[in-house]
């Protein structure tokens, strides 16, 4: 399941932007940037050598950049203050008890990273990550994670999401016309 997105522009694919807006948004009063990593994606706090904190997407992928936001964004303080939000991740070969963890816990930032596509004027494809042989339906998890996107868009957003949704809507132009 993804969302149609209008024609893509030089902007809408540079992760540079992205940088750039989302450090202009936060760094001030939340001490944290955006930036490439050179591997996997990868949240790293403030400590005694770097004293902002550092959310880390993969190889310069624009979708990555959009998902490690709202991974971000929905972390509470103390989740903030953990190398990596303090989360296990288990790579190639989970199994199905796994693989659920996984879907369960990826729901809410997969929908926020879903309306942060939406506002960049980009498509949106669910990931399901590294599940190896495990059973996956991937129109259910997609249908899961639109459900959410909805709740969010009736409930709110969370703060940090919400702010980061109104810059990108600002800034591309565009409104949150969801699937």
């Not at 893509?8 to 948004?25: G, H, Q, S, V, Y």
């Not at 930036?35 to 550092?54: K, M, S, W």
Request: hydrophobic share 40%; glycine share 6%; charged share 25%.
């Amino acid at each position: 399941m993804s969302q149609q997105a209008p024609a893509t522009t030089p902007a809408n694919d540079d992760p540079e932007t992205l940088i750039r807006l989302f450090n202009d948004t936060f760094f001030a009063d939340e001490k944290t940037v955006l930036e490439h990593a050179e591997g996997e994606p990868f949240y790293l706090p403030a400590d005694d050598a770097v004293p902002y904190h550092r959310v880390q997407f993969a190889h310069g992928f624009f979708a990555s950049a959009l998902h490690e936001i709202a991974h971000w964004c929905i972390a509470g303080h103390r989740r903030r203050q953990l190398v990596d939000y303090g989360y296990w991740y288990q790579p190639d070969g989970r199994d199905a008890d796994a693989q659920a963890q996984f879907e369960a816990a990826e729901t809410k930032p997969q929908a926020i990273e879903w309306a942060f596509a939406i506002a960049c004027g980009r498509e949106f494809v669910v990931s399901l990550d590294n599940h190896g042989d495990a059973p996956v339906d991937r129109d259910a998890f997609a249908e899961r994670v639109r459900r959410c996107l909805h709740g969010y868009a009736d409930q709110g957003f969370p703060p940090r999401a919400q702010r980061f949704l109104d810059v990108l809507k600002g800034f591309y132009d565009t409104a949150l016309r969801l699937p």
